[in-house]
């Protein structure tokens, strides 16, 4: 069941992370990443990897992404 939270949260992250790709709209992946940190810790939590892993590849699209904009764009 939290593997499926993980699932849910990581898609929702996702929905989020994906416009935030565009220039100048970067400060959506702030919003992210919390909920991110969420779906990792309830992925940790369960008996099954893939919520997590999901959740952690999400991650790093979105660091990877405020990284490249300088934290901020």
């Known amino acids: 069941m ?3 939270l993980s699932i849910l949260i990581g ?3 996702l929905v989020i992370v994906i416009p935030a790709q565009i220039p100048f ?3 959506a992946n702030w919003i ?3 909920l ?3 779906g990792i810790g ?3 939590l369960s ?4 919520g ?3 959740c952690l590849i999400v991650g790093l699209i979105a660091v990877v992404r405020l990284s490249l904009g300088g934290g901020l764009l």
């Open 2 to 4: 939290l593997n499926l």
């Open 11 to 13: 898609i929702v992250a």
């Open 25 to 27: 709209l970067g400060w």
């Open 32 to 34: 992210a990443l919390p």
């Open 36 to 38: 991110l940190v969420i």
């Open 42 to 44: 309830l992925g940790q």
């Open 47 to 50: 008996f099954s990897n893939s």
């Open 52 to 54: 997590r892993n999901f």
